[in-house]
C-alpha cells in the first residue's frame, strides 16, 4: 500500500467490461497509476497493453485477498445480476487492507429513499456501503452517475426511444429531467477522483479524497429529458417529428406493467420498471439539481449530445434489443 498522499496502485473488476474499460483507460492515461485486472481465471476479456492481470477464484476468497494485497484502491463494477461476488470482493479488501473501495454504483441516486424502495436492484447498494463501514478496515466512495447514455438510449424499453424505428413512448409528457452520463464521462471520472490527493494540499481544501470518505459523488454527462433526448435523435437521423410514431404513457401505470412482467418471470419487465421510476415526476432522476455534481472539481469537460446520440444509435444498430 503506497504510504505517499496519492493512490497509485488501482484494482479493477470489470476491468474489460462496458463501464470498466473506459475506467481502464482513463486510468492508464493520467500516468499516474498501476491498474490490475482482477478477472476469473476463465474469463475471455481483452486488456489494454499495461494492465496487469490478478486472477481469482470466487469459490476460494484467500485468492482475491491475495490478488488485493498491496493495492491502494479497489474499482468494482459487475452485471446487475451478480449477486453475492461483491460481498467477497468487500471482505477481501478489508482482509487485504485496501484502503479505499469504489463499489458497484454507477447508478440512479441511491441515496434517493424513493428510489431504493421501488426498485429491488438498487436495494443492495445502501447495504453494500454499510458493509463497508462495518468491516472499518476500508472507506467506501460511491460514484454516482445516472443510467449510461449511449446504453440505455439504444434499448427500446429504456429511454422509451427507438431511433431505429422512428417510434417514442414519452412517460407522462415526457418532460421529467434526469442526470445521465456517459461511458467515457464515467471514465474520466474515476480517473480524476483517484487521481486527487488524499488530504488537502495546498490551498484547496475541497481536492481531496478526505472531502468524499464514506459518502456518495455525483457526476454526469447531461440532465436531459426524453424530449431533449428525441430532439437529439431527430437531429442525428435527419428526421422531422412527423416522421415518427409517438405516444405518451402515464409513468405509474408503465412502473406497474413492468412489475406485473416481472412476477410473471419477463426479464424485460425488470428494465421498463427500473426506468421508468427513475422518470417519476418527483425529481429523483435529477440529482443534479438535488445534489449538485462533482464535475467541475474533478474538471470533467462538457459534451455534445448529438455526438452521445450518434453512439447511441450506432450501439443499437449492432445489438439485439
Known amino acids: 500500500m503506497s504510504s505517499s498522499n496519492h493512490i497509485k496502485k488501482v484494482a479493477i473488476v470489470g476491468a474489460g467490461g462496458n463501464s470498466g474499460s473506459y475506467m481502464t483507460k482513463a486510468l ?4 499516474k497509476h498501476t491498474v490490475t485486472a482482477i478477472t476469473r481465471a476463465e474469463s475471455n476479456s481483452k486488456f489494454p497493453e499495461g494492465v496487469e492481470i490478478k486472477q481469482v477464484d470466487y469459490e476460494d476468497i484467500s485468492t482475491i485477498v491475495d490478488a488485493l494485497r498491496g493495492q491502494d484502491a479497489l474499482v468494482i463494477t459487475l452485471s446487475v445480476f451478480a449477486h ?12 487485504a487492507n485496501v484502503p479505499w473501495v469504489l463499489p458497484n454504483e454507477w447508478s440512479p441516486d441511491t441515496d434517493n429513499a424513493g428510489l431504493v424502495k421501488d426498485i429491488g436492484a438498487f436495494q443492495e447498494k445502501p447495504k453494500i456501503r454499510a458493509m463497508v463501514q462495518q468491516l472499518g478496515k476500508s472507506s467506501y466512495i460511491s460514484v454516482v452517475t445516472g443510467f449510461w447514455y449511449e446504453w440505455s438510449l439504444s434499448i427500446p424499453l429504456a429511454y422509451g ?24 464521462q464515467v471514465g474520466r471520472a474515476v480517473a ?37 433526448m428525441l ?42 420498471l427500473m426506468y421508468t421510476r427513475v422518470f417519476y415526476p418527483d425529481g429523483s432522476g435529477n440529482f443534479e439539481q438535488s445534489k ?20 447511441a444509435i450506432e450501439r443499437q444498430k449492432n445489438s439485439s434489443w
Open 292 to 311: 449538485g455534481t462533482a464535475n467541475e472539481l474533478l474538471e470533467l469537460p462538457r459534451e455534445d449530445l448529438d455526438e452521445a446520440t450518434k453512439a
Open 231 to 272: 430532439e437529439s435523435a431527430l437531429r442525428v437521423t435527419g428526421t422531422k417529428m412527423d416522421d415518427w410514431k409517438i405516444i405518451k404513457e402515464s409513468s405509474s401505470a408503465r412502473y406497474d406493467a413492468g412489475s406485473e412482467a416481472m412476477k410473471g418471470g419477463d426479464r424485460m419487465g425488470f428494465i421498463k
Open 28 to 31: 492508464l492515461e493520467t500516468g
Open 192 to 228: 480524476g477522483l483517484l487521481s486527487l490527493p488524499i488530504r488537502p494540499e495546498g490551498d484547496d481544501k475541497d481536492r481531496c479524497l478526505e472531502r468524499f470518505r464514506n459518502g456518495l459523488v455525483y457526476v454526469s454527462s447531461f440532465t436531459v429529458s426524453q424530449k431533449d
Open 84 to 95: 453475492g461476488q461483491q460481498e467477497k470482493l468487500i471482505q477481501a479488501a478489508a482482509d
Open 161 to 184: 426511444i427507438d431511433s431505429l424505428k422512428h417510434e417514442a413512448t414519452l412517460f407522462d409528457e415526457g418532460d421529467t429531467m434526469i442526470s445521465t452520463s456517459t461511458w467515457p
